[in-house]
């Protein structure tokens, strides 16, 4: 890889912990316990959010026609996401042991901490929920293509992408022939060397 952009990436990194830090120091200021998968406030800090919530006969009465109508359209996509899921889970589970890739922990992109919210009602908490999960997903499944596009095709394309995964920088230039052939092997072995645990 260029030595330049392996300099900008390494400064990427570097930024991306800064923000982690920043972030810890932030959850520090809401007297709050953030354990693994869970969130505790103090008291105060409960009865305070409390304040700001909407009952929940207020937020859905107050909710305009479109909105309400457009909810089960939202609501449906439920059902092609967890197809997408199951679909997803099989796949890694069936095929990354047989190409050697490390396979991708599930639980580790499904964060559902919002329900720890004084300040939401129970329709707000699952809105919350759902909305999780989706996103949740999406990263999950990205994070099993990227694996995969690294193992069967890590060539980077003619132009620009939005939103590369973190792989993809690693992947071979458009047209290198040469490195592709010289690359490949290492790119495939790279794939069972990370450190992500099995489920």
Known sequence: MNPKISELL???????????LEMKR?????????????VRFEHEV???QRRFKTGLWSYVF????????????????FFPMVLLDVAVTLYQTICFPVYGIAR????DYFVFDRSHLAYLNLLEKFNCAYCSYGNGLMAYAREVVARTEQYWCPIKHARKIM??????????DFGDAESYQSELEKLRTELAKLDTPHE
């Open 104 to 107: 991708v922990k599930r639980s």
């Open 163 to 172: 939103a590369a995964h973190p792989y993809y920088t690693g992947f071979v």
């Open 62 to 77: 107050s909710a305009n026609l479109s909105t309400a109508l457009t909810a089960p359209i939202i609501y449906a996509v």
């Open 26 to 38: 932030k959850r520090a200021e809401l007297q709050a316990d953030f354990e693994e998968t869970r």
């Open 10 to 20: 390494a400064r990427i990194q570097h930024m991306e912990q800064e923000i982690e």
């Open 46 to 48: 409960l009865e305070q």
